[in-house]
C-alpha cells in the first residue's frame, strides 16, 4: 500500500533518528528485484523458510524490521541502531570501535545475521529472522542517508521545504523521491531491472556490506545530495532520482548475490 509523503514524513518526525529507509515501497522494490535473481537452490531455500508468512516472498517480509516498532517494540529498541551508521566525517572513513561499538550498525548487523542464516545448526525460527533482517538492512544500508558523514543524523536535522510542506532531506529520500513512479513496487522493479547492470552502476559483489555503507557515504557528497538552500523542487528530485534507483538495483541484486552464497548453489 502506497504511503502519502505527508503520513511518511509524520511518521519519519516521530520516529528516532534513521528508523527508516525507502519507506515501504522502496524496500519492497529490493525484495522483488531480489527474488528475481535468486538460483534455484537459493529461491527454494527461501520458500522454505517464508513458508507460513503471509506474503512468503522477499518483498513480503521486506518491511519487517521496521513493523517491529508496533508488534515487538522492545526488540525494537535494541535493534535500531542496526538500521544504520554514522561516520564521523564525509571521508567516510570506517572505524568499528568506534562507528560501530558493540557491533550495533548495520555493518556488522549485515555480517551477523548472514552468519546465522547460513547456518543450518541454527532453530529455524532464526535462520527465518535473520532472512528478514537481511532482506531489510541490505536495502537499509543503499540508502545514503543510513550511511551519512554530516554531523545531521543521517538528514534528518537538515530542514527541507518542499511544495509548501515542512519536512527534512531523511524523509525526502526516505518516500519523497520515489513517489509516484510507478503504480506498484513490482512494476517499479521492473522498470529500473531493465537499466543494464553495465552501465553505470558499481561492483555488484557480495560480502562487502562495509564497502557498500562508503558507496551510500561517499555518494552524499559526490552527487550534491544537499541543497543549496533548505527549499527543494521538482528538479531537486528529477535530477536525484536515478542514483536513488541505482541504489535499489544494487541492493536488489546485492541481496540476491548473498542469499545465492549462503543459501544457492554458489
Known amino acids: 500500500m502506497r504511503i502519502p509523503f505527508r503520513h511518511a514524513l509524520l511518521v519519519a ?5 534513521l528508523a527508516l529507509a525507502w519507506g515501504p515501497e522502496g524496500h519492497r522494490v529490493v525484495g ?5 535473481q535468486l538460483d534455484p537452490q537459493a529461491t527454494a531455500a527461501v ?15 521486506s518491511n519487517w524490521a521496521d513493523e517491529l516498532r508496533a508488534s515487538d517494540p522492545d526488540f ?24 560501530c561499538p558493540g557491533g550495533n550498525c548495520v555493518i556488522a548487523a549485515i555480517d551477523g545475521q548472514l552468519r546465522v542464516l547460513g547456518d543450518r545448526t541454527q532453530p529455524r525460527e532464526r535462520r527465518v529472522q535473520a532472512l528478514k533482517f537481511v532482506v531489510h538492512f541490505i536495502g537499509d544500508v543503499h540508502q545514503p542517508f543510513h550511511a551519512g558523514g554530516h554531523e545531521d543524523r543521517g538528514g534528518n536535522d537538515f530542514q527541507i521545504s518542499y511544495s509548501g510542506q515542512g519536512s527534512n ?39 562487502a556490506p562495509q564497502r557498500w555503507a562508503q558507496e551510500s557515504c561517499r555518494s552524499i557528497d559526490a552527487n ?19 542514483l536513488a534507483e541505482q541504489r ?14 549462503v543459501l544457492g548453489s554458489r
Open 13 to 17: 518526525l516521530l520516529l528516532p533518528a
Open 32 to 36: 522483488e528485484l531480489a527474488q528475481r
Open 47 to 61: 520458500a522454505d523458510l517464508l513458508r507460513g508468512e503471509p506474503e512468503p516472498t522477499l518483498a513480503g517480509v
Open 76 to 99: 525494537a529498541k535494541r535493534t535500531s541502531r542496526w538500521h544504520y551508521v554514522n561516520f564521523r566525517s564525509s571521508d567516510c572513513d570506517y572505524v568499528p570501535a568506534r562507528d
Open 169 to 207: 532531506l531523511h524523509a525526502v529520500w526516505d518516500s519523497l523521491i520515489l513517489e509516484h513512479q510507478a503504480p506498484s513496487p513490482a512494476a517499479y522493479a521492473t522498470r529500473i531491472q531493465r537499466v543494464s547492470a553495465a552501465s553505470a552502476d558499481l561492483r555488484i559483489d557480495a560480502d
Open 224 to 242: 550534491a545530495l544537499y541543497p543549496p538552500t533548505h527549499t527543494i523542487d521538482d528538479a531537486y528530485l528529477a535530477a536525484h532520482r536515478p
Open 248 to 261: 535499489l538495483r544494487l541492493a536488489g541484486a546485492r541481496l540476491a548475490a548473498e542469499l545465492n552464497a
